[in-house]
């Protein structure tokens, strides 16, 4: 049975990637824009960092909340159709803030309030999502599920991305940009009610935890130095840490140093998403076959190298060029580290591995955008080495440029500190390097795309006339 066979056979499966292309028309045209809209609202710089800081931590809060009580839970499917529901209903009181509060530093308050809120309702539910989806989806088709679900998250965010900053450059041309943000935040929330119904259809099986399979965050901790999970977690948490130093930021950048407009900047940061939208399929053959250690050793570095490039141009096609190979990166970067953990644990164990790794990635992220934050509003006119005077026309890049060494770090310490947990095809690194650099997988991702949307076509045919042909006999 081909793995396209499979999906149709399960419907789970098929309402799982309707709800992630949902959700992620919520994300493009939602969440991305929160950044921008707290500038919109005149957040300081600090703010900026909260905004995208103190929330997650406060959601990783409420995943180790939810994990901890994961015995209690009757239905993971009620509890994570709550938490989407919760996420929806916050979306339209943040749009209708600048009505009711107009701007500064109150109303910013407001908005962290409210994306606290939001992001605690998906925190509260993601260890739950995940032991469900991990029961769900088997495992030898794990790689390519997920790839082909998120490549079609990728092109669904990205659709929703360009729409909503179209309507958003609209809306700004003509002096009203609070209305164009009511309209793409009203977007996100249709889609995640949308996302609500698909999730309603999951199958829901019995979930039960043996005593045997329960332990504490301190056990968690105590049993890193020997745990190959704690060891990937870590490296997880290092290489967030580094990124939320410089995150928040480079909207900031974009928006009001380089004056980019509402479209340049969809533009800039839709193309990411695009570039992961042809990558993601590739990435699941590679990781099915090769193994998601494989991928992260080499993505690790690649997600290092990335920030530093901003300070070399600040011309738009520029960061175009190297959004495009951040997105190649990034792609297989989240994709190995999503499946690394549902093969590094098992089933009754992985909501509170989930939650654990949440509440780790949480404290590191809101210190790495505490610590970004504080260096961002302290950075000299000009930095200087001996004779020699460093003056650029912005400061925000040297942000960037510190997280790509702070990733660099975390790569070199932690990388070699875990392995793969799962037989796969042996390969050496220089001979990997060499598959993945040519620009095959960007071809191969599209050329896949295409095929694979026709060999499903195909095959949905074969078993339509298959079945028409069984009705014929039957009749017969």
Request: net charge positive; glycine share 8%; hydrophobic share 50%.
């Amino acid at each position: 049975m081909t793995d396209n066979s499979k999906i149709e056979d399960m419907p789970s499966l098929k309402a799982s990637i309707k709800d992630g292309v949902s959700h992620a028309v919520m994300m493009g045209s939602g969440e991305t824009y929160l950044g921008p809209f707290g500038i919109f609202l005149h957040a300081s710089t600090l703010q900026v960092g909260l905004l995208a800081s103190l929330p997650q931590l406060f959601a990783a809060v409420m995943q180790w909340a939810g994990a901890i009580n994961m015995d209690r839970i009757r239905s993971r499917r009620r509890l994570v159709i709550v938490g989407a529901a919760i996420q929806a209903l916050t979306l339209i009181p943040m749009a209708l803030i600048p009505f009711f509060f107009g701007k500064g530093s109150s109303p910013v308050l407001y908005l962290l309030a409210l994306i606290m809120v939001y992001q605690a309702a998906n925190g509260a539910v993601l260890p739950v999502w995940n032991s469900l989806i991990g029961d769900l989806v088997p495992p030898d088709i794990r790689g390519r599920y997920f790839g082909q679900r998120n490549r079609l998250i990728g092109m669904s965010t990205f659709i929703a991305l360009l729409i909503a900053g179209v309507i958003l450059h609209i809306f700004a041309k003509a002096g009203i940009p609070e209305w164009g943000f009511l309209v793409t935040f009203s977007m996100a929330f249709l889609a995640r009610l949308n996302s609500v119904r698909w999730l309603a259809k999951y199958s829901d099986p019995e979930f039960k935890i043996m005593p045997d399979q329960v332990f504490t965050f301190r056990q968690f901790l105590r049993r890193s130095p020997r745990s190959n999970f704690a060891k990937f977690v870590f490296f997880i948490g290092a290489i967030n840490l580094s990124v939320a130093f410089s995150a928040p930021y480079f909207a900031l950048y974009m928006l009001r140093d380089l004056k980019f407009t509402y479209i340049e900047f969809t533009v800039v940061t839709g193309i990411v998403t695009i570039t992961q939208f042809l990558a993601f399929s590739y990435w699941g053959g590679v990781s099915d076959r090769f193994g998601n250690k494989m991928i992260l050793n080499v993505c690790g570095w690649g997600v290092a190298v990335v920030p530093a490039l901003w300070l070399v141009s600040h011309h738009i096609l520029y960061l175009v060029i190297i959004q495009i190979f951040g997105g190649l990166v990034w792609s297989g970067f989240s994709l190995a580290s999503a499946n690394f953990l549902f093969d590094a644990v098992t089933p009754p164990k992985r909501a509170r591995c989930v939650a654990y790794q949440g509440l780790v990635n949480g404290i590191f992220v809101i210190t790495g955008s505490l610590a970004g934050g504080f260096v961002a509003g302290h950075l000299p006119r000009s930095l200087s080495l001996g004779p020699w005077t460093w003056s650029p026309t912005f400061m925000l890049p040297v942000i960037f440029l510190i997280s790509g060494i702070m990733r660099m770090i975390a790569a070199g310490i932690f990388l070699r500190k875990f392995k793969e947990v799962r037989q796969v095809e042996p390969i050496r690194h220089r001979d990997f390097i060499f598959r993945i650099s040519h620009i095959r997988p960007i071809a191969g991702a599209t050329f896949s795309l295409m095929t694979g949307l026709f060999r499903e076509h195909r095959e949905t045919h074969e078993v339509n006339q298959g079945n028409k042909a069984k009705k014929e006999r039957d009749r017969q």
